[in-house]
């Protein structure tokens, strides 16, 4: 279903402003990707409906479930903490506590806890979130916890 974002991937990614509310975040990264909301909606197995795309993208829905959002990030190749961020579950900017629970020494990168003794890279930090939301998403599936 998903790919490994490429470079022009993370071009469209970045050439949104922060500015920019959920919905048309997803309708700008969907044009730019040249899909239609019916081919999101096959894209995603039919997790993700076109009527509800579409409410999405108008704003008539703002905070979907962080599955939806899963499931977006995965057919559109994008970070899945980008859509987490807009749809307001989480911050931008780190907040203080963030910081004390990385490590003592305060200098360890990444929004991934982790207990490896190096910093991690960039790539290494998202594919532990993206592991990371595959799993949240398989327990939200089985039922179990």
Do not use: C, W
Not at 3 to 11: G, I, T, V
Not at 23 to 41: A, D, P, Q
Not at 89 to 103: K, M, N, Q, T
């Amino acid at each position: 279903m998903a790919k490994n974002p490429s470079k022009s991937d993370k071009r469209i990614v970045e050439t949104t402003t922060s500015e920019q509310s959920l919905g048309e975040y997803l309708s700008h990264i969907r044009s730019m990707k040249k899909m239609t909301l019916r081919e999101v909606e096959e894209a995603s197995e039919k997790e993700v409906s076109n009527a509800y795309l579409s409410q999405l993208e108008n704003n008539k829905i703002v905070k979907p479930s962080p599955n939806v959002l899963h499931t977006l990030a995965m057919v559109y190749a994008i970070p899945y903490e980008k859509l987490m961020e807009k749809a307001g579950y989480i911050s931008s900017s780190p907040s203080p506590a963030e910081g004390v629970l990385r490590s003592g020494t305060g200098n360890q990168h990444g929004r991934a806890a982790t207990f490896a003794n190096d910093n991690l890279t960039d790539e290494e930090e998202e594919k532990l979130l993206e592991y990371l939301a595959f799993l949240r998403t398989r327990r939200g599936k089985n039922g179990s916890s």
